[in-house]
């Protein structure tokens, strides 16, 4: 048997890693693990990959959330767009505009140009005496008084 | 009670492993029957801890039979389900913090032999242990593949993609710093 410088000769090691695990692998109940190892290749087992990890960073995050949100509003206005405001046309202009000559369809849209005016008119069948101004009030009176 | 499975005769690796690509389960539980605790002791070897023991002999197998077709005979199969074995407690290294187990109260329960001398080899295979888990991966699994299961260099290398010549200068490095801190 060769021994080396030191001591400790090849076949000393060997003897010691040929025990390595030896009782644990004796421990093993293989019939067992024979079956679970089929019932797992029965049931289409897939084997276990490490899961990857990777640290997500807070901004990272932040910016994942302001990404959602913001498809998430994308989405929402194409499926519910917002109503335009129903500009009131004047009685002049309600005609068929597909009618309308060139001319005249360029008189319309000037039209449009013009600033409404928004004063109230006020009809005496849908007001009282106190939504009446100052000088509406006097002129009532002398009517009344005429 | 089961109805007990019919005996496969005797056959070869690659006959089980035919047989087993044909749809045969007892082939597949033979090929387990075969080498599952010479799976175990590297995976041991390896610092496996014993309680992870049986989940990764049963990776082992399982990747080994969902991968067999590529399985060339470049190597014999139980050298090549020992290096799938290293991958997968390699990839169980990476999802839990290593666990070693020190069989202590174990070596002093066991049955026959010298209490005291069965402590001391117990101490020699737990350095042992301790210094594989120092060495590179490539040199302790090739320690291990020669001095524990008993493979030929030109074995090992086709296991391990490398040379043989590679191989045993591997092995040398392993042996060599294993001696240092057995000392």
Not at chain 1, 12 to 31: C, K, P
Not at chain 1, 67 to 82: A, E, K, Q, S, T
Request: charged residues 25%; proline residues 6%; glycine residues 6%.
């Amino acid at each position: 048997m060769m021994h080396d410088a030191d001591g400790v000769h090849d076949e000393a090691l060997r003897q010691v890693a040929r025990r390595l695990g030896a009782e644990a692998a004796d421990r093993l109940d293989v019939e067992r693990t024979a079956q679970a190892v089929v019932a797992r290749l029965r049931a289409g087992d897939v084997p276990q990959r490490p899961p990857i990890r990777w640290m997500q960073p807070a901004w990272m995050r932040a910016a994942a959330v302001i990404v959602v949100m913001i498809g998430v509003g994308v989405v929402y206005r194409v499926l519910h767009p917002v109503a335009q405001p129903q500009v009131p046309q004047p009685d002049s202009v309600n005609v068929e505009l597909a009618a309308l000559r060139p001319s005249q369809l360029q008189d319309v849209i000037a039209s449009l140009d013009q600033p409404v005016e928004l004063t109230p008119t006020v009809h005496a069948g849908d007001a009282g005496v106190e939504d009446l101004s100052e000088p509406q009030l006097q002129s009532l009176l002398k009517a009344m008084e005429d | 009670m089961p109805p007990a499975e019919p005996a496969l005769a005797p056959a070869g690796d690659a006959q089980l492993i035919a047989a087993w690509q044909a749809g045969d389960e007892r082939a597949a539980a033979e090929l387990v029957r075969r080498h599952a605790r010479a799976v175990a002791r590297f995976l041991a070897g390896l610092g496996a801890p014993e309680a992870d023991l049986d989940d990764l002999v049963q990776e082992t197998f399982i990747r080994a039979f969902r991968a067999v077709a590529s399985f060339r005979s470049q190597c014999q199969f139980r050298t090549w389900l020992l290096t799938i074995g290293g991958n997968a407690l390699k990839d169980l290294g990476r999802r839990l913090a290593r666990r070693r187990v020190v069989p202590l109260d174990e070596r002093l329960e066991s049955k026959d032999g010298d209490p005291h001398e069965r402590t001391v080899a117990g101490e020699t295979e737990d350095r042992l242990r301790h210094g594989l888990t120092r060495l590179p991966r490539m040199q302790r699994e090739v320690f291990l593949l020669r001095a524990q299961q008993g493979l030929e260099y030109g074995e090992i290398a086709a296991a391990l993609d490398t040379t043989p010549g590679a191989a045993r200068v591997h092995y040398h490095h392993a042996v060599k710093r294993l001696k240092e801190w057995l000392q």
